[in-house]
């Protein structure tokens, strides 16, 4: 069996390693402070964003204020207003973001407005904003 020698090559390999690992170490470290500081700043912007009435571009790409994303929450209430007084399910599909919406979630939003008495129901299929 071949004996390692306790100078030589081996030797400098060793520390060439140890400083490796060090170094390693250290950047591990510093990711981790950047990491942390980038949460920080992606959570003030984010409360920023909240006061400011702008979503934050970061994650979510930007887009015009009051422009609906798509699959987000909508402001079901502004739909309504953008509606004519005589309305189908077919003209609430019209409103700008809510081409793609399932017919039972537009249907679910039309039932709430009847409820709340913010719409009545004329006939099948048609139906008249409350003023």
């Known amino acids: ?3 390692r020698s306790s100078g030589g090559v081996g ?9 490796a690992r060090a ?8 990711i981790r ?7 920080r700043l992606k959570e003030d912007e984010s409360r920023l ?6 979503v934050s571009a970061a994650g979510r790409g930007a887009r015009a204020e009051g422009a ?24 609430v599909r019209g409103v700008r973001g809510l081409k793609d919406k399932r017919p039972s979630e537009i249907f679910a939003a039309v039932t709430r407005w009847i409820d709340a008495g913010m719409v009545k129901r004329k006939a099948r299929g048609l139906y008249e904003r409350a003023s």
Do not use: C, H, Y
């Not at 170094?23 to 510093?30: D, F, I, M, N, Q």
């Open 1 to 3: 069996m071949p004996r």
């Open 11 to 19: 030797s400098a390999f060793g520390q060439f390693q140890q400083q």
């Open 23 to 30: 170094l390693l170490a250290t950047l591990r470290k510093e």
């Open 33 to 39: 402070v950047k990491e942390a500081e980038l949460a």
């Open 49 to 54: 964003g909240v006061v400011t009435g702008r």
């Open 68 to 91: 609906p994303r798509a699959g987000g929450r909508i402001n079901w209430r502004a739909v309504l207003e953008q509606l004519p007084k005589q309305f189908k399910a077919s003209d």
